[in-house]
């Protein structure tokens, strides 16, 4: 498995400002490799103990360009309350439509490959329907809400070479808070 060090970082690569390219299937091993090594991180990101046990930042969504990898795949893995994981392997991302109502992650959108705190609010769609294949290339369409919503936002963004940082306005960073709804 990758270590945190292999996770790229927005200020020493300029890979993660480019855009990541379709994928074909059959996925390759390779490909089908990384994506399980990308999920096990995250799952093992979220365990309080092994993550501080091993220096790693707690994270639910990772795209292949932040490995370094230029292909249009990413992974969610999502704890929920009761200890299980809600978990998602997207190729080849579409949002097909969205919400009007925008929300914010209130305590601040993060990033495995922002090693610092980011003052401000990225809007993002409440809801979201999304068209994407799984790893045999099957259609899916889902409709996905709020957290969930928000980490296939950022993760697609980095799939179009967009960091969240880019959506934060640095002369006024809660800029049109009063129409959002905090999560």
Do not use: W
Not at 81 to 106: A, C, H, K, M, Q
């Amino acid at each position: 498995m990758f270590r945190q060090s292999d996770i790229l970082d927005e200020k020493k690569s300029k890979i993660l400002r480019q855009k990541s390219k379709k994928v074909t299937f059959p996925l390759s091993e390779e490909d089908k490799f990384l994506i399980n090594d990308m999920i096990m991180y995250l799952r093992l990101s979220q365990d309080e103990e092994y993550a501080s046990k091993n220096n790693i930042r707690a994270g639910m969504g990772l795209a292949a360009v932040q490995l370094g990898v230029l292909k249009r795949f990413f992974v969610i893995s999502y704890k929920n309350d009761d200890g299980t994981f809600e978990e998602y392997r997207v190729i080849n991302p579409e949002i097909i439509s969205n919400s009007e109502e925008l929300i914010y992650v209130e305590e601040g959108e993060g990033c495995l490959s922002v090693n610092r705190y980011v003052e401000g609010i990225v809007p993002r769609f409440a809801r979201i329907t999304v068209k994407f294949y799984d790893e045999e290339g099957n259609e899916v369409i889902k409709r996905v809400r709020e957290e969930i919503a928000v980490a296939f936002q950022h993760e697609i963004d980095h799939l179009n070479g967009i960091m969240f940082v880019d959506k934060i306005d640095p002369k006024n960073p809660f800029k049109n808070q009063e129409n959002m709804r905090a999560i």
